[in-house]
């Protein structure tokens, strides 16, 4: 037995940080939205591929902020799409910040077996796309922040999925 979870690979975590902390909503003080697309191996059948959309802002007069995050996430015959909401609350000290972020939502998973080139054309699990996997997610964060530095935490994808080979539990 094989126990793992997988999120999406992303780049450039330094100008989108929600995309691992959902306590980082609102640190910019405006709305931002961050747009990215991570293509590997080009060119290779079933190469990695991951877009991401994510935009938050703060509230005004209120220490919240408020955002989401979309994205897709394809690799071979695997496509995962995620849409979450996010929510951060702002502890203001004197030169600092603590942010505490919670982010749920949802991810739609789909294997896609009909695409491979089947040998064993028997074999009934290689010729027909898995069921639609609709699994509730949820991330947890905490980013403090001053004028010189920042510290960030999170716990991403604290819930728990299983696949039996039919469908997702």
């Known amino acids: 037995h094989a126990y793992g979870q997988y999120s999406p690979i992303q780049s450039q975590y330094m100008f989108n940080p929600v995309a691992l902390n959902p306590a980082a909503a609102g640190c910019e003080d405006a709305l931002s939205i961050q747009a990215s697309i991570r293509s590997q191996w080009t060119g290779f059948p079933g190469a990695p591929l991951t877009e991401n959309l994510t935009l938050h802002a703060p509230v005004k007069k209120e220490n919240a902020a408020f955002g989401m995050q979309l994205y897709a996430d394809q690799i071979g015959i695997d496509r995962n799409t995620g849409v979450f909401g996010i929510y951060s609350y702002r502890l203001k000290f004197e030169n600092s910040d603590l942010r ?60 728990t999925h299983s696949y039996n080979g039919q469908k997702f539990q």
């Open 100 to 159: 505490i972020g919670l982010s749920a939502g949802v991810n739609f998973l789909k294997s896609y077996y009909s695409r491979l080139e089947v040998i064993d054309s028997e074999d009934e699990l290689l010729l027909n796309d898995s069921p639609l996997g609709i699994m509730p997610d949820a991330s947890f964060g905490l980013h403090y922040s001053s004028k010189k530095f920042f510290l960030s935490f999170a716990l991403p994808q604290f819930l």
